[in-house]
């Protein structure tokens, strides 16, 4: 059988077809246009997929379904998009829209459950009973897999890993709470702190390469910077990386996952992130010393992630 | 069947025999005399366990097994006592030791767990499949229900809800890192903030109160004085509901449990306590307007829970 997957970014739909490894067979994508009307998105939606199908040459009978990622909260059961703030969908009954063209069941899970679903079932996270996806970005995004299975607890919304206050009164969250690890150790966070230390510090290196880059500092700048020797980026990176690692010591002293993959562009780094985070975390894990420990790893599946996490969403 | 439960404490062993719905038939209990040798202490439990048996005139086949509640880290599958700071036990071989005596299986569990295995079978999250229990005390205690099961990770060391940093840099901890949940929100905490308040405040009824407790502060202290009106004392009771919300709303955002349960003496407040809990708690969550909220109770096998979970190990 194969699985069709749509990840529903606001700035692409980008669609795949997969197969049971989580392979992806065949993929396409065309821009969101977030502005517009929900149906007519959904009925783009529904033409990147047939073109996907037939594209691939596959006769619909092989097809086993539709999955769809997305952002903000989705009604699993009915099959409804609650809330996407970045498209501005409230309540769009997805599945049943989706259902006038496809003779195929649809399934919806949120955007960060299907990286962490696409690494379970054919990334970093293969054969690991217990795991902890987090996907650095915009925010932080969080999905947790027990016993082989996606865990959203009783009602769905669980799982919202950056949404836990590492600084009590600390820096402004946009869920409303203040010192939410999402509001220091997103790739958002990461870029305000590389902004503040490089003002703050005329001469840095940083600034130069903001000048070489149209006036802008990305989620790179510290790391490229810090590369080059200077003292700013290097400290900036380091105070990133232990704040990242309190959350990360967070996570593993309520879990104690198998692994935690790092995901989003910040995990691009490699051992240049993940050497330093693993020693800070190991000091700050509770009874590290007397158990076997979980391990830190990068994300195998990168922008494919989405895809494949949303085709595969009913294997977890 | 009825099953033995023996809660390992750091002053007290007490013992009980439980039935099938949790319920203790007998129980009884003697000083653990914790500086002396491992040997004696086991050999204390064993006799406290036969007149258990003796006294209830329950018959060898009708019993099920025995479980062990002791703080520290449990090697369930080899039934050895890794680790107890309390007791001074270094791989204490307990399920050895208890087999010379009785021909039944023996369990081990952490005392945190077996107050979150207690109320799950019998108490405040029975019938709830996803439950997190949080004992207030010396420290703070999780113990966490997924699906009606004990989760305790990949390494069996997961659910170490109290050392969760919600505030970097903060208030020590014992565990060695700064700002856990634990050293804000357990009862050592409390005592720490009113002694704190009272010395500040010398006119505070928290002062008057102590004295009356030959000099003692206690964690019933500052509710006591704010129940006087005390404005101090109101002060410390607010700050500390308000931390314990922090912490308890970064679980639920995790977790998304059907039900928190709150245990340990300061869970004795009741509604003092947890009503202004519950409305904090609400204006943290995440998406707590589009879905069904998790419920936050008080515990219901109070000192009981601790023989009550270590009886019932063998059923989550």
């Known amino acids: 059988m194969y699985y069709i997957g749509i990840d529903l970014g606001g700035t692409n739909i980008a669609a795949g077809i997969v197969d049971e490894e989580g392979s992806i067979i065949k993929k396409c994508s065309v821009p969101t246009g977030r502005t517009r009307a929900s149906e007519e998105i959904v009925a783009d939606m529904c033409s990147l997929v047939e073109n996907l199908i037939k594209d691939a040459g596959i006769n619909e009978a092989e097809l086993h379904s539709i999955g769809i990622g997305s952002p903000g909260i989705p009604d699993r059961k009915n099959g409804v998009i609650i809330y996407n703030n970045n498209l501005g969908f409230r309540n769009v009954p997805i599945r049943e829209l989706m259902q006038k063209r496809f003779n195929l069941p649809v399934y919806l899970e949120n955007d960060a459950n299907c990286a962490a679903i696409a690494e379970c079932v054919a990334g970093a996270a293969k054969n690991e009973p217990y795991a902890v996806v987090i996907t650095i970005g915009t925010g932080i995004g969080g999905g947790v897999i027990i016993d082989n299975k996606l865990y959203t607890g009783f009602n769905g919304a669980g799982g919202e890993l950056g949404h836990v206050v590492i600084h009590m009164g600390g ?65 900036v990176v380091d105070q990133y990386i232990e704040m990242l690692a309190e959350g990360l010591a967070n996570m593993i002293n309520i879990f104690q996952p198998n692994v935690v993959v790092l995901g989003g562009g910040v995990s691009k780094e490699g051992e240049n992130l993940l050497a330093p985070l693993r020693e800070k975390v190991r000091g700050k894990s509770y009874g590290a010393h007397g158990v076997e420990n979980t391990r830190i790893v990068a994300a195998q599946l990168g922008n494919d992630a989405g895809i494949v996490g949303a085709a595969l969403i009913s294997k977890v």
């Open 171 to 235: 820096e402004d969250c946009t869920c409303g709470r203040k010192g939410c690890w999402e509001a220091y150790s997103s790739a958002t966070a990461l870029i305000r702190q590389t902004i503040q230390a490089a003002a703050e510090n005329p001469k840095s290196i940083i600034n130069r390469l903001a000048e070489e880059n149209s006036g802008r500092i990305t989620a790179k700048t510290a790391f490229d910077a810090a590369r080059l020797g200077d003292e700013t980026a290097i400290k």
